[in-house]
């Protein structure tokens, strides 16, 4: 990433949604929220989402520390039946994944599944204008058995009428890159610290979660 990229992260807050998704061809309904926490050094974000399809919620956990250089994850994990963990090990720059996957070098700016959102949250929130239509924003992102960069594409703004009320939106698109790659559709409120107030997430064969902002808590 740029050094002379600025940096402005949301305060804490607990953002709850209305889910809606399909898996295997099975429409279902279910709740979400994401839960930001960050003391000025430190933080802390948690996703979560429930479907009448899944035994247990589906849910991802990132913690790390607050730089000059936005969000350094520390540790990433992901839990459906069970968890997987992803280590940012920054004294000697490698990823370390919890399933023994191959590690992998650790490069500058590297976010997870999870931070990726508030990392971008925070470029917008601090300069907005610097990202106009069009612009390409790379990323490396970390999953929990690989890193890769994610390329998002500022897109024109929306105005969404969602299930918490009407929301001026900032709208960024990740298209997938490989056969079995994820299509991210990611919208920032822009007079709500360009927090994400819609996620969807679309797979290869058509199955997708959709996360649509219904409440705001302040924790």
């Not at 997987?84 to 500058?108: G, I, K, M, W, Y």
């Not at 971008?120 to 990323?139: C, Q, R, V, Y």
């Amino acid at each position: 990433m740029a050094p002379e990229t600025a940096f402005a992260f949301p305060g804490s807050v607990h953002l709850r949604y209305a889910v809606t998704g399909r898996s295997r061809g099975q429409a279902w309904n279910g709740d979400g929220e994401l839960l930001w926490r960050q003391d000025g050094e430190q933080y802390e974000a948690r996703q979560e989402y429930s479907s009448p399809l899944q035994p247990s919620p589906r849910a991802q956990e990132s913690t790390g520390r607050l730089r000059s250089e936005g969000l350094a994850p520390s540790r990433f994990a992901d839990k459906a039946r069970g968890e997987q963990a992803t280590h940012f090990e920054r004294d000697t720059r490698v990823l370390l994944f919890s399933n023994n996957a191959p590690e992998r070098p650790l490069l500058p700016g590297t976010q997870d599944r999870l931070s990726v959102y508030l990392q971008l949250a925070s470029m917008f929130a601090a300069a907005p204008d610097k990202f106009p239509i069009g612009t390409a924003i790379t990323l490396e992102t970390a999953g929990t058995r690989d890193s890769e960069p994610w390329l998002f594409v500022v897109q024109e703004d929306e105005t969404l009428q969602l299930p918490g009320g009407s929301v001026a939106t900032r709208k960024l698109v990740r298209d997938p890159r490989g056969e079995y790659d994820t299509r991210v559709e990611l919208w920032l409120a822009i007079g709500m610290d360009y927090v994400p107030v819609r996620i969807r997430l679309t797979q290869p064969n058509g199955d997708f979660v959709d996360q649509q902002w219904a409440s705001t808590d302040r924790p």
